[in-house]
């Protein structure tokens, strides 16, 4: 998780073309490093509604991780600067 936004704010067109299962608006929505398992790496608009937890206990490996995080502490990437 890179930026949380306390409700949805990323436009309405994208909304459309997007967020296909039409999650609600008004709930805190998460900025996240993400991959699509063909080492593929994006960053992910996401609801919390659609968040999962995962218990891949594996380092992340993202091309943004060293930009944004420090080193891995406890099982805890520690930021290099804070969220909203």
Do not use: C
């Not at 999650?23 to 919390?48: C, F, I, M, N």
């Not at 659609?50 to 930021?79: C, K, S, T």
């Amino acid at each position: 998780m890179v930026d949380i936004d306390p409700i949805y704010s990323n436009g309405d067109e994208w909304y459309e073309r997007v967020a296909t299962t039409r999650p609600r608006k008004d709930q805190p929505w998460y900025h996240l490093l993400a991959e699509d398992g063909t080492e593929g790496h994006y960053l992910a608009y996401v609801s919390e509604q659609n968040l999962v937890v995962d218990e891949d206990a594996e380092p992340i490996i993202h091309p943004e991780l060293a930009d944004r995080f420090g080193p891995l502490v406890d099982g805890v990437y520690q930021m290099k600067q804070r969220l909203n």
